[in-house]
């Protein structure tokens, strides 16, 4: 994909990211996508637990950050939990639907045992090999972080939230990744729920790796 602009200068704020806890859909194995109502389980809340008290031990007491989130309710209950533990009021978050889930089109809500084969799933990379019908490619998602990205000027630190998916994107061009040979955009390892990761001028850095499973949107 071209018309990527360079993003990899944060100014030197740090960008502290992770996805959501894990959701009844997460449990249920269904198709969530850009989904905005899939409530956490008590394994979501335990992990968004987890990332809120590892973030404290980095961040200290009361840090001066802002929160951004996707506007999904899992998003949004993952930054509540985490911002119990920094001590930042999560009222001041930002939510935005460009930093949402890829959109899984005519798939969302479907069990993925009921596509019979239809759902391609590249399982070395954990990354969708079929596009849903109506749903995005990964170009699609890079499309939209960039036109985020480009109205962002980070004064402060900051904490977002966002998917899986999307969240490997954003990583992959805040750090400068070469584009994937099959999707053509930059696209970062993916991580385990839980897990939560510090980007600072091109530089990314674990500062929490979670024990749960790899991101099925």
């Not at 992770?18 to 394994?43: D, K, M, S, V, W």
């Not at 533990?85 to 949402?100: C, E, M, S, Y």
């Not at 990354?127 to 402060?156: C, H, K, M």
């Not at 955009?185 to 897990?195: E, K, M, N, R, T």
Request: with cysteine.
């Amino acid at each position: 994909m071209s018309g990527l602009a360079d993003f990899t200068s944060t100014g030197g704020k740090r960008l502290f990211i992770a996805r959501h806890g894990e959701t009844i859909f997460n449990l249920a194995g269904r198709i969530q996508g850009n989904e905005a109502y899939t409530p956490l389980t008590l394994t979501g809340f335990a992990q968004a637990d987890e990332m809120g008290r590892a973030l404290a031990r980095h961040l200290g007491e009361k840090p001066a950050v802002d929160l951004i989130a996707s506007h999904t309710d899992r998003a949004l209950q993952t930054l509540s939990v985490i911002s119990q533990h920094i001590g930042v009021d999560w009222h001041q978050a930002k939510p935005d639907v460009r930093l949402g889930e890829i959109d899984m089109g005519e798939w969302t809500g479907v069990y993925y045992r009921d596509l019979d084969g239809m759902l391609e799933i590249d399982t070395e990379e954990m990354l969708f090999a079929t596009v849903a019908p109506g749903g995005e490619t990964y170009a699609d998602i890079a499309a939209r972080l960039n036109n985020w990205l480009s109205e962002q000027v980070f004064v402060r630190d900051t904490v977002l939230i966002s998917h899986g998916m999307t969240s490997r994107v954003l990583r992959g061009m805040l750090t400068g990744l070469s584009p994937h040979a099959r999707h053509g955009i930059p696209i970062a390892q993916g991580l385990p729920q839980g897990s939560i990761v510090q980007i600072c001028d091109g530089v990314e850095e674990v500062i929490h790796l979670g024990g749960g499973e790899r991101e099925k949107a």
